[in-house]
């Protein structure tokens, strides 16, 4: 724009010049300048003049290592064409490309395919993307915003953990308990007669059919242990950067955990240590994992307080019936006291250690790693490797090697 108001004064002084001196040439010379500032402006109008960009509902969330397609249609609804448009978007999901310079034939519909690999957890936009017209000349840029923004939020990459277990809790799964209740389970236990208070979605209709009553489906419960998880996000122990970072080893390793025994129908809770205390209440089910991936997509190694001043805090939720996941990289001698008192009053923990040493200027592990084993509390060393799938595979299988007491 700065040069088109540069042009359009000196084409103004020309024309002065040749008003006072009578020189021609320099009457001519602004009749061009004004010509070229006309037809400059006539190409930025008519490629933002009656043009469209359609962009189809994009999902909400993904999750790393997904793909996201991104689709919009550029639409001319004029006679002219639009040459050298130029679409701007703003979007913050890391390695997104949907900017793009395009034509666009008369009265035509252009699409414009965007695929993203999704390599960073957190919450992103997508847009506000936008069209500027600019002339050939770069005398005059028009911008004007076709889409708002679209919030998506990356869910950390959950991986399959296969055959891993947590130490043995006091209370067992074949520990079994029948009751009526109001609350469905997973685990049914046959059917009984309706009685007055019963919910109607517990009534199970092919029953009553054979039996000409209404009967209701009964349940059992199991007091399986409840398992915790202790993500440490405390901003000093955490090394590195970007994908390769304690931080984002452990959320992955916190999310897999979580993943893998809510696949097993156990319950499921969550703690993280990050600028405030951000709890997820243990529960089951598809959902439940979402709000543990939802918590996790948003957190940040940015807390103060120490492992064992939460762990400390949180000792009420290491009960009897409860089995508890630690996942920090700090290599303080302190918390793995708190860890002891727990496995006195017989509540089975383990560590998933994330070694900081091999991410950056930290200290090692060996000397945490030896204490905690001689204490036999189940230690699973998390190296820095080719990819985090790679290293928790990798942790957790020589962990299986170990000898623990049970």
Known sequence: MARGIALAIAGVLFWLLALATGW?????????????????????????????LARPIL????????????????????????????????STLPGHRGSAICNVGPRQQVE???????????????????????????????????????????YPQVVDLGG??????????????????????LDPAGTRPYVYGDSVRR???LSSAHSGELMVKEFEFTPAA????????????????????????????????AGHFLALGRSVGLVAAAES??????????????????????????????LRDVLWRERGRLNLAAASAVITPSVDERWPSVLLQSARSRTRSAVLLVEGATFGDAPGATIQVAGLTSAR??????????????ALKTALDSGRSTPFAP
């Open 24 to 52: 021609q040439p320099a009457g001519q010379v602004a009749v061009g300048l004004a010509v070229v500032l006309l037809l400059s402006a006539g190409w930025v109008l008519n490629n933002l003049w009656r043009f469209s």
């Open 59 to 90: 999902p909400q969330t993904t999750q790393v290592g997904q793909v996201l397609r991104d689709t919009y249609t550029l639409a001319n609804n004029s006679p002219l064409p639009k040459l050298d448009l130029e679409i701007r978007d703003r």
């Open 112 to 154: 414009h395919v965007v695929e993203t690999l999704c390599e960073v957890r957190g919450v992103f936009t997508l847009g506000p993307t936008s069209a500027a017209g600019i002339d050939p000349f770069g005398l005059f840029s028009i911008e004007r915003t076709l889409t708002p923004a679209v919030p998506v939020i990356v």
């Open 164 to 185: 891993f277990s947590m130490p043995r809790s006091l209370i067992t799964e074949g520990t079994r308990m029948r009751r009526r209740t109001p609350m469905q389970t």
């Open 203 to 205: 009534v199970h209709w």
């Open 226 to 257: 409840d398992v915790w998880i202790f993500l440490d996000l405390q901003r000093f122990v955490h090394v590195g950067y970007g994908q390769h970072s304690t931080e984002e080893y452990a959320v992955t390793a916190a999310a897999s955990l």
């Open 277 to 306: 205390k951000l709890v997820v209440e243990a529960d089951r089910g598809d959902r439940q994992l979402l709000r543990i991936l939802d918590l996790l997509a948003r957190v940040k190694a940015d807390g103060h307080a120490p």
């Open 377 to 390: 509390i189940p230690t699973y060393l998390i190296k820095r490797s080719r990819s985090v799938e790679q």
